[in-house]
């Protein structure tokens, strides 16, 4: 299996910060990687495909990068409702996988 | 717009079989070139995909589960639906289905998990 290593696995930020999440794959998986954002009690919402390819929705301060087996999500200036836990989750091959999560809490 | 809704017992008895269901609405199960999949989350903890189904009984499952699991699909009814056999407390957790579709970016097609339902809690307990 393909593994997922998230980090940080949990940040706090302000209201307008911009903020970084980390994504490695234990093999390199192309640009086969889609980022998930979970709100307590919800299901995930699909944010990014392909890597850096925008969920029809999605805002534009969220961005996605990478290639092989380094990948970010980054939001440019977060706002209130972004406050969530965040998954990359590979497609290269199945199994699929998950990373293990990064809470963005408010500071 | 398509919805996917989880129906099943919420609780369980250790070593008894896990049943849900999950019914598409808003569109046709067999439309598309989709895969219909299980995916669960134990309580505080991160996602772990459990297995797919195609509308041709096609199945892939996470090895991890694989001899415990069996996945199947009623395309008149619009459902699909998940057993997970002799499962102990270590299988509580919310299970989501969801719908995979494949999205077009940086010149490849990635399998992406664009529809979800709500989740719904199962809880192994005597």
């Known amino acids: 299996d393909i593994q997922m290593t998230q980090s940080p696995s949990s940040l706090s930020a302000s209201v307008g910060d911009r903020v970084t999440i980390t994504c490695r794959a234990s093999q390199s998986i192309s640009n086969y990687l889609n980022w998930y954002q979970q709100k307590p009690g919800k299901a995930p919402k699909l944010l990014i495909f392909?890597?850096?390819s925008f969920q029809s929705g999605v805002p534009s301060r969220f961005s996605g990068s990478g290639s092989g087996t380094d990948f970010t999500l980054s939001i440019s200036s977060l706002q209130p409702e972004d406050f969530a836990t965040y998954y990359c989750?590979?497609?290269?091959?199945?199994?699929?996988?998950f990373g293990q999560g990064t809470k963005v809490e408010i500071k | 717009q398509v919805q996917l809704q989880e129906s099943g017992p919420g609780l369980v008895k250790p070593s008894e079989t896990l049943s849900l269901t999950c019914t598409v609405s808003g569109d046709s199960i067999s439309s598309g070139s989709y895969y219909w999949n299980w995916i669960r989350q134990p309580a505080g903890k991160g996602l772990e995909w459990i297995g797919r189904?195609?509308?041709?009984?096609?199945?892939n499952y996470n090895p991890s589960l694989k001899s415990r699991v069996t996945m199947s699909v009623d395309t008149p009814k619009n459902q699909f639906s998940l057993k997970l056999s002799s499962v102990t407390a270590a299988d509580t957790a919310v299970y989501y289905c969801a719908r995979e579709a494949d999205y077009y970016g940086s010149g490849s097609y990635s399998p992406s998990f664009d529809y979800w339902g709500q989740g719904t809690l199962v809880t192994v307990s005597s």
């Open positions: 392909a890597a850096s």
């Open positions: 989750q590979q497609s290269y091959t199945t199994p699929w996988t």
């Open positions: 189904i195609y509308t041709s009984g096609s199945t």
